[in-house]
Antibody, heavy 122, light 106 residues
Framework: EVQLVESGGGLVQPGGSLRLSCAAS????????MNWVRQAPGKGLEWVSY????????YYADSVKGRFTISRDNAKNSLFLQMNSLRAEDTAIYYC???????????????WGQGTLVTVSS | EIVMTQSPATLSVSPGERATLSCRAS??????LAWYQQKPGQAPRLLIY???TRATGIPARFSGSGSGTEFTLTISSLQSEDFAVYYC????????FGQGTKLEIK
């Protein structure tokens, strides 16, 4: 069974940093691209970042470019999102999501974690 | 950036009736279009990818159509569990989501 479990969310002050993790199981993690998607309270879905199965290429939404860094450890079946210079508008549930086709580029996202809440507030 | 626009924002339909949701892209995304369903407190669920292919386990009452810039999600006979928010997503160039359509009971 495919499972994605996010962790690392919490309350952080504006300008602070946080590192999110996503633990993957039930599939060959190293062969699938991964994404981070967020959802602000009461709002819609916003794509944040993409990383291919082989680490390159990597893409970011304009809203987080230069502040967030996506990475993965294929040996540990883990996905990460390093978030720096956090702003109030980064407050959201952050989901990790799997690309639906192994060894492909950008694809639909077929499995999602339950999300981790990040709150940026003083 | 490719902008995805969904309409209507809210759709009121009675159980058993057909629902038609629209999604428009600001430029062609070919058939690289997905639809997701999200219920309160839950993660999104993939319904359709490649504009018209149902994901694993998705009932046949869900169908997708379109290519280029105009797409449609049709639910042929609404069940109680179908009332939710629906999002389209393009993955032709990076990713963009539409703002969502809330499908509510009439």
């Amino acid at each position: 069974e495919v499972q994605l479990v996010e962790s690392g969310g919490g309350l952080v002050q504006p300008g602070g940093s946080l590192r999110l993790s996503c633990a993957a199981s039930g599939f060959t993690f190293s062969t699938y691209s991964m994404n981070w998607v967020r959802q602000a309270p009461g709002k819609g879905l916003e794509w944040v970042s993409y990383i291919s199965s082989s680490v390159s290429p990597i893409y970011y939404a304009d809203s987080v470019k230069g502040r967030f860094t996506i990475s993965r450890d294929n040996a540990k079946n883990s996905l990460f999102l390093q978030m720096n210079s956090l702003r109030a508008e980064d407050t959201a549930i952050y989901y990790c999501a799997r690309g639906s086709i192994a060894a492909a580029g950008t694809t639909a996202n077929d499995y999602w974690g339950q999300g981790t809440l990040v709150t940026v507030s003083s | 950036e490719i902008v995805m626009t969904q309409s209507p924002a809210t759709l009121s339909v009675s159980p058993g009736e057909r629902a038609t949701l629209s999604c428009r892209a600001s430029q062609s995304v070919n058939s690289n279009l997905a639809w997701y369903q999200q219920k309160p407190g839950q993660a999104p669920r993939l319904l359709i990818y490649g504009a018209s292919t149902r994901a694993t386990g998705i009932p046949a009452r869900f169908s997708g159509s379109g290519s280029g810039t105009e797409f449609t999600l049709t639910i042929s006979s609404l069940q109680s569990e179908d009332f939710a928010v629906y999002y389209c997503q393009q993955y032709n160039y990076e990713y963009t989501f539409g703002q969502g359509t809330k499908l509510e009971i009439k």
